[in-house]
C-alpha cells in the first residue's frame, strides 16, 4: 500500500496570503495524484488531477505541481471560501490511498 | 447535471450488514470510461476510500477492510450498492459514494460525488 504524508496537518494563513501545502508519497506515483477540498459538512470536491491539471470550474489561484514522490498544491491568494481542509490522493496503484489532510485555517 | 445521490439506514446494529445505495442521474452509470466508488469519513477523521466497481462488475476493494465489503451495481436503476457485513462501532462514518475516471488501463481521480450519509453503528 502507498502511504501518502501530507504536511503541515494546520496551516494558519490570513486572507489574500500564499498557501503551500505539500504531500509526499511512500513510492513513485508518476503524476498519479489528485487533491480535494473538503468543508465542514460538505463532500470533498476534486481541484486537481494528473498532479497539476485544474478540475473544470476551479479558480486559477489553485495550481498543483511535482511528480514521483513529492507533491504540492498552491493556492496564491487566499480568499474566505479557502479555509478548507485539502487532501491528496494517490491513483498509482490499488488501493486508493488519500493523506491525512491539511487544514488551512485563519491567521 | 451528474448527481449521485446516497440512501440507506443510518443506525445499524453491532454484527449486522450495512446496506447503502447510490443513485446515478445525469448519466448512464453503463459507461466504461468510470469505475463507482464509496469512501467514508469517521467522525472528525480523513477519508478512507473503500472499494470501487465498473458497472460489469470485479471491483477493487480496500484490504484493511478484510473483505467485508461487496460493490454491485444494478444498470437497471442506475444504481450501485454498498454491503459492509459484520460491523462494529469503527464503521460509524459518513459514506460517501463517487464517479472514479478510467481509461488507458488505469483509473484516476474521483470528479463527482454524492453528498454522503452518516451511518451510526450502536446498539
Known amino acids: 500500500e502507498i502511504v501518502m504524508t501530507q504536511s503541515p496537518d494546520t496551516l494558519s494563513v490570513s486572507p489574500g496570503e500564499r498557501a503551500t501545502l505539500s504531500c509526499r508519497a511512500s513510492?513513485?506515483?508518476?503524476?498519479?495524484l489528485g487533491w480535494y477540498q473538503q468543508k465542514p459538512g460538505q463532500a470533498p470536491r476534486l481541484l486537481i488531477y494528473?498532479?497539476?491539471t485544474r478540475a473544470t470550474g476551479i479558480p486559477a489561484r489553485f495550481s498543483g505541481s511535482g511528480s514521483g514522490t513529492e507533491f504540492t498544491l498552491t493556492i496564491s491568494s487566499l480568499q474566505s471560501e479557502d479555509f478548507a481542509v485539502y487532501y491528496c490522493?494517490?491513483?498509482?496503484?490499488?488501493?486508493?490511498?488519500f493523506g491525512g489532510g491539511t487544514k488551512v485555517e485563519v491567521k | 447535471q451528474l448527481q449521485l445521490q446516497e440512501s440507506g439506514p443510518g443506525l445499524v446494529e453491532p454484527s449486522e450488514t450495512l446496506s447503502l445505495t447510490c443513485t446515478v442521474s445525469?448519466?448512464?452509470?453503463?459507461?466504461?470510461?468510470?469505475?463507482w466508488g464509496w469512501t467514508r469519513q469517521a467522525p472528525g477523521k480523513g477519508l478512507e476510500w473503500i472499494g470501487s466497481?465498473?458497472?460489469?462488475?470485479?471491483?477493487f476493494h480496500n484490504p484493511s477492510l478484510n473483505s467485508r465489503v461487496t460493490i454491485s451495481v444494478d444498470t437497471s436503476k442506475n444504481q450501485f450498492s454498498l454491503k459492509l457485513n459484520s460491523v462494529t462501532a469503527a464503521d460509524t462514518a459518513v459514506y460517501y459514494c463517487?464517479?472514479?475516471?478510467?481509461?488507458?488501463?488505469?483509473?484516476?481521480?474521483?470528479?463527482?460525488w454524492g453528498r454522503g450519509i452518516l451511518v451510526t453503528v450502536s446498539s
Open positions: 463517487a464517479r472514479q475516471h478510467c481509461g488507458g488501463g488505469g483509473c484516476f481521480h474521483f470528479d463527482y
Open positions: 445525469g448519466a448512464s452509470i453503463s459507461d466504461s470510461s468510470y469505475y
Open positions: 466497481s465498473p458497472y460489469y462488475g470485479g471491483a
Open positions: 513510492q513513485s506515483l508518476n503524476n498519479n
Open positions: 494528473g498532479a497539476s
Open positions: 490522493q494517490q491513483y498509482k496503484n490499488w488501493p486508493l490511498t
